[in-house]
């Protein structure tokens, strides 16, 4: 199903800006999964934020880029939300 989000992490930063926060997506597109990771400022979205998308051919490469996207990010400081 297109656009379909089959994971998401919610990531938060309180050092050295307080109050960052990072999202980590896989979306189904139409003939591939993406790995989408947003960040910025709580319920903001201006120029200073940044997004990437990486194209996986499966949802287990999506996912597993995924987990490693999480894995980076609680190693550079990142708590996981609940």
Request: aromatic fraction near 6%.
């Amino acid at each position: 199903m297109q656009k379909q989000v089959h994971f998401k992490c919610t990531l938060h930063l309180e050092s050295p800006e307080p109050g960052r926060y990072r999202q980590i997506a896989v979306v189904e597109q139409a003939d591939h999964f993406e790995l989408r990771v947003f960040e910025g400022a709580l319920l903001t979205v201006n120029q200073n934020d940044r997004e990437s998308a990486q194209r996986h051919s499966t949802l287990d490469a999506a996912r597993a880029a995924a987990d490693e996207e999480i894995r980076k990010s609680l190693a550079d400081g990142w708590s996981r939300v609940l």
